[in-house]
């Protein structure tokens, strides 16, 4: 069993931020299993790097359609992108200025963060788009 396994009531019927969503799933998983095995330590920073990188790239392509779409959410969604975006921020400046940086915290953060995001937030969007497609 996974330490978060994608559920299809998470679609938002956006067929590519879904796949972005279930990389980013992936991703905590794979940081979840190198912790399973002692791993974690030496994994986190690269996951945070991945993932930093990998989210503000997510965020950039679903800002982009939520502004075409002229979804009326979409300054709060920014606001929220900008929270994730500073965490995850001073989770990397911990990890490379050598301060210890638990896998596990983060891994929870994510997990926490990613799911509800998806579920009060995303799922808005996806649901409004769907009915005026």
Request: hydrophobic share 40%; glycine share 6%; aromatic share 10%.
């Amino acid at each position: 069993m996974s330490f978060l396994d994608w559920r299809a009531d998470w679609e938002t019927g956006q067929g590519e931020m879904d796949r972005q969503h279930q990389r980013l799933v992936h991703l905590i998983n794979d940081l979840h299993d190198a912790m399973k095995v002692g791993q974690g330590a030496a994994r986190v920073g690269t996951v945070l790097h991945w993932l930093q990188d990998y989210t503000e790239t997510h965020f950039q392509q679903e800002e982009a359609m939520l502004r075409s779409r002229k979804w009326p959410g979409l300054d709060r969604h920014l606001i929220l992108h900008h929270e994730l975006l500073d965490q995850l921020g001073r989770y990397v400046r911990d990890h490379d200025a050598g301060n210890h940086v638990s896998s596990l915290d983060i891994s929870d953060f994510l997990r926490d963060w990613l799911v509800s995001h998806i579920l009060q937030e995303d799922k808005q969007y996806g649901a409004a788009f769907q009915r005026t497609a």
